[in-house]
């Protein structure tokens, strides 16, 4: 399998965001305990800590909330050596640390009841994929699609939104580039060469990035420098993505100009199939009020047909998206490897071809209703 090489002697772009200001000053542990409470036992412990996570925003979504507890008791099991640390100081330290950044990048995202959508145009033509549930394989999808593009001669950004220890993407770079400033001083983002596409993922020196600690999408956009498509991987737990799609994440399924075009990707089977049906329920509530593009197009990972009996099982609104399904064939490769700096095979590429063509991403025949090329597959 041939290689990427690194573009010699460039440097992706800073961002243009200054560094955002950490703002109120973090209270010392006395004070948190204060507000927190106090009382015994891991469930008290537990309160006492979210205590502190809402010390800087008393309305901190419950998500942020739970993920400054996990980080606060992971810190603090670390350094103790035990499930019940007897000091809690570094643990409250932590979950008053991780909800104030939290806090910090939310203000600084679209609101969300704010009018006129989202300003795509510097991003180019701004393609979400969101996986049915973890393990799909989005992020598969986002490198075929970015490669693909880019040895088509396309300026490419690819986006990670993954936490960094989870992310499918984490290898996706033959070396790391640098870290610029992001919406928060721990809360950055590294640009790195995959080939001649930028692929900016998240950076954090907290233990856990919760779902409100994502960039906000501008934080992304020197990165971009003038691409003509962004492609993102949505790689936070696509169910709670869905509860909530207007913060973290699910900033990127904002509508806007140009309008994005999610994909939602899933595998050949009924339980994957019903995970993407409840994906789409919950995201058609937001569709309702006019603020998100929900997905219109399904890509299939590691099949080139439906099996017997699978496509059937499928839901109301999962269904309205089988006859145009794309159909990516399994490659041994990247089933045991996952992503790294290679270029994905050029069977997965190819078999992407038509999906691009019918997103206007690359020239070819445009998908014409009743037509279905989900049988484009590399035989």
């Known amino acids: 399998m041939s290689s990427f090489q690194q573009q010699p002697g460039t ?8 560094r955002a200001s950490p703002g109120t000053r973090q209270p010392c542990t006395a004070a948190l305990r204060k507000v927190a409470g106090a009382g015994g036992g891991l469930i008290a412990r537990d309160r ?87 393990g799909a394989g989005a992020s598969v999808v986002a490198a075929v699609l970015a490669d693909a593009l880019q040895l088509a001669g396309r300026r490419v950004l690819l986006v990670d939104t993954a936490d960094p220890v989870r992310s499918g993407l984490a290898a996706a770079a033959r070396s790391d580039g640098p870290v610029f400033d992001g919406p928060h001083p721990a809360v950055r983002i590294r640009s790195s060469w995959r080939a001649h596409a930028v692929l900016a993922r998240i950076e954090t020196s907290l233990p856990i990035v919760t779902p409100g600690m994502v960039p906000p999408p501008q934080f992304f956009a020197a990165a971009a420098r003038s691409v003509q498509a962004t492609i993102v991987d949505i790689g936070h737990d696509p169910w709670r993505v869905a509860a909530h799609p207007l913060a973290g994440a699910g900033a990127w399924l904002r509508v806007g100009e140009p309008v994005p075009r999610p994909l939602l990707v899933c595998r050949a089977s009924r339980p994957s199939l019903l995970h993407a049906e409840q994906v789409l329920a919950r995201l058609e509530s937001w569709n309702r009020t006019g603020t998100i593009v929900p997905p219109a197009q399904l890509v299939v990972l590691g099949a080139r047909k439906w099996p017997a009996g699978v496509a059937g099982a499928a839901g109301r609104r999962t269904s309205a998206l089988l006859q145009h399904a794309v159909f990516l064939p399994h490659d041994s490769s990247v089933a045991l490897g996952g992503i790294t700096a290679e270029v994905t095979p050029a069977r997965l590429r190819d078999a992407a071809i038509p999906l691009l063509q019918h997103l206007r991403l690359l020239p070819g025949p445009a998908h014409s209703a009743g037509k279905s090329f989900s049988r484009k597959v590399i035989r």
């Open 11 to 18: 440097t992706p772009a800073a961002s243009p965001v200054d």
């Open 48 to 134: 006492r800590l979210a205590g502190a996570a809402n010390a800087m925003r008393g309305d901190l979504p419950t998500p942020d909330v739970v993920g400054a507890v996990e980080a606060g008791r992971l810190v603090a099991a670390a350094e103790s050596g035990t499930v019940e640390p007897e000091g809690d100081d570094v643990a409250f330290r932590t979950a008053a640390a991780t909800g104030q950044a939290a806090a910090v990048v939310q203000r600084q995202g679209l609101a969300p009841g704010a009018r006129g959508g989202a300003d795509w145009s510097g991003f180019g033509s701004v393609v979400p994929v969101l996986a049915a549930s973890p």
